[in-house]
């Protein structure tokens, strides 16, 4: 909770005002029943109407100030509050581009918006509700019971004596409250996580044929959410009845002690009529309070699901700033490179070299390690052991940014964003014209599709270009990667979905270009024209070399290379 709260010591001028105004608030909330009594006892009952004509222009005059103060109060809470979500969006945005995947395990996607959307409206109605009422509420109560002593001792003594109660039954509530709507705001992350699922995997289950069990399930996370929500509020309207009742109790209390004292001499009418008043306000406060401990109890619980996504460690190569920043030409070496992930040895003492505009040919079956390898050259992963030299420089020396802005990655789960054709090739270099545009759609082969639309480069695409092929989307990633002319550019079982003709045309294209070209496939004739081939088998490299050189020497690729002919025939 408290690092959540220091995002409002940037705007710390407007919740000094939000404050001031709300302590002027209070200071009339707390004058009005003292003039009340001044009115009752000096002017009323004494007929002195000058007296009521004065002091009844001050209470209105109170009036017109509070009603002022509040509303200038709610224009700086609000600019406090949304300042706040704003900052805190900000954060959460930028800390989830420093994960990795081991992150991802640990915060689902759908947590994450979650916790970015849902989460972050918590904490600003909350900032809102405590620079608007939240701090008066308690105030007013302890300074009405500290007036009511200066009004009548036995009377207040009353009070004294019976609101703790009260306010003790409400902080239980609170507390519970808190663990109530923290598990309201998980069961909401199971809700997205299903909805995301069924949207974006909608095909699959019309084509399966499984809408029945999606409903199914989809009614179960939801009737949990819904359950959970009754316990919490079922609780939030639980408070407000007890202390209602509490109050009204303690206000007979006091007007049948404060008629026996009036018809003593020991009280006079104005005096019961302030006391009531105080405790007919605390308890207006105590109502203010159900919705305050609701208010509080889902900002506190958003509050720590926030604090855990912010504190979460991610790795410190990914703040590196003050690394070297040459200008690569592509040449590789990995030395006796190990990666450990999720407590399991993914890759284990692989070396090789890899020479400035080679074609480099990754193969080898699933669960081998070919992505890993990969995503150790920009850093996406840190190797555990071993060195990875690029153009003779330890990797580990590079400035992260600087060394990315030279590598493009495609990778298998193609993703293409919301937006235009011209813009999604674009997102691969930030400033690229129409014209290094279209030449990249060209190398990716894929620019006669595209010329033949009616919209052209300016045709929009639908959600994760829902609209277009699985080949159609691989050469549009393509084209994304080679509009930036990287100098290594990584091909991770990115031509799976095209076919022998329009992929041969792809990789002479990919091999004209000027950079070191890293390629994952599972057919063997997707890599045979390759400078090299690197063979992995359960994260280890057991054999290198050219396609001719391996079917003489690996008995393994061997085999692999005549059962995909097998295949073929």
Same mark, same amino acid.
């Given at each position: ?19 001031? #105004? ?8 707390? =004058? ?46 609000a ?17 989830v ?51 009511a ?29 808190v ?23 909608i ?10 069990y ?47 004292? #009036? ?44 604090t ?26 990995? +030395? ?16 090789? +070299? ?47 940014? $600087? ?17 235009s ?17 279209t ?5 990716? +082969?894929? $620019? ?71 390629? =994952?496939? +599972? ?7 390759a ?17 001719s ?17 097998e295949?073929?025939?």
């Amino acid at each position: 909770m408290q690092k959540v709260f220091s995002y409002a010591s940037t705007y710390k001028r407007s919740a000094i005002i939000a404050i001031f #105004l709300m302590l002027i608030e209070l200071v009339v909330e707390l =004058v009005q029943p003292l003039v009340m009594a001044k009115i009752i006892d000096e002017g009323i009952l004494q007929e002195n109407y000058t007296v009521v004509s004065i002091w009844g222009g001050l209470l209105v005059g109170f009036s017109l100030l509070a009603f002022a103060a509040g509303v200038i109060n709610s224009f700086f809470a609000a600019r406090v509050s949304q300042g706040v979500g704003y900052d805190i969006r900000r954060d959460i945005f930028k800390k989830v581009q420093e994960f990795t995947t081991t992150n991802f395990q640990v915060h689902s996607t759908p947590g994450l918006v979650t916790r970015m959307t849902s989460d972050v409206l918590q904490i600003q109605n909350l900032v809102h509700v405590m620079m608007r009422i939240a701090l008066r509420a308690p105030l007013f109560i302890i300074f009405a019971l500290v007036m009511a002593f200066t009004i009548h001792f036995e009377l207040a003594l009353i009070l004294v004596v019976t609101v703790p109660l009260l306010g003790a039954f409400l902080f239980w509530v609170l507390t519970k409250g808190v663990k109530l709507f923290r598990l309201v705001q998980n069961k909401l992350d199971s809700v997205n996580t299903v909805i995301r699922e069924n949207l974006t995997g909608i095909r699959l289950i019309k084509g399966f044929n499984r809408g029945e069990y999606e409903e199914d399930r989809f009614h179960k996370v939801n009737h949990s959410l819904m359950g959970e929500n009754k316990r919490a509020l079922w609780l939030m309207e639980l408070a407000m009845p007890v202390v209602m009742l509490g109050m009204n109790i303690i206000i007979l209390i006091v007007l049948w002690v404060g008629a026996t004292q #009036l018809n003593f001499g020991n009280a006079q009418a104005g005096e019961i009529v302030a006391i009531i008043n105080y405790a007919t306000r605390i308890m207006f406060t105590f109502s203010v309070f159900s919705f305050l401990i609701m208010v509080f109890s889902r900002g506190s619980a958003s509050a720590n699901r926030i604090t855990e996504v912010l504190d979460e460690e991610t790795p410190d190569f990914l703040h590196v700033i003050n690394g070297v920043k040459p200008e690569l030409k592509g040449h590789i070496h990995f +030395q006796n490179v190990s990666f450990s992930r999720d407590g399991r040895e993914t890759l284990e003492d692989i070396s090789f +070299q890899a020479r400035a505009g080679e074609t480099i040919g990754i193969l080898g079956e699933t669960g081998s390690g070919k992505t890993s390898l990969l995503q150790l050259i920009p850093r996406l992963f840190d190797k555990s052991s071993g060195q990875i030299f690029l153009d003779n420089i330890d990797i580990s020396e590079f400035d992260v940014k $600087h060394l990315r802005r030279q590598i493009s990655l495609v990778p298998q789960e193609i993703h293409l964003f919301s937006g235009s054709i011209a813009e999604n090739i674009a997102w691969g270099k930030e400033d690229a014209t129409m014209r290094e545009i279209t030449e990249a759609a060209k190398q990716a +082969q894929i $620019h006669s599709f595209v010329a033949q639309l009616p919209n052209g480069y300016d045709t929009r695409l639908g959600q994760k270009g829902i609209t277009f092929s699985g080949g159609q989307k691989q050469r549009l990633s393509i084209a994304r990667a080679l509009v930036r002319n990287p100098k290594i550019l990584i091909l991770d079982d990115s031509t799976s979905a095209l076919d022998a003709h329009t992929e041969a045309r792809l990789m002479h294209s990919v091999n004209q270009q000027d950079c070191t070209v890293l390629m =994952v496939a +599972q057919k063997i004739s997707s890599l045979k024209a390759a400078d090299k081939i690197l063979l992995l088998h359960d994260g280890k490299l057991i054999a290198e070399g050219s396609h001719s050189t391996l079917l003489h020497e690996s008995p393994y690729y061997e085999q692999v290379y005549q059962s995909q002919q097998e295949e073929v025939m």
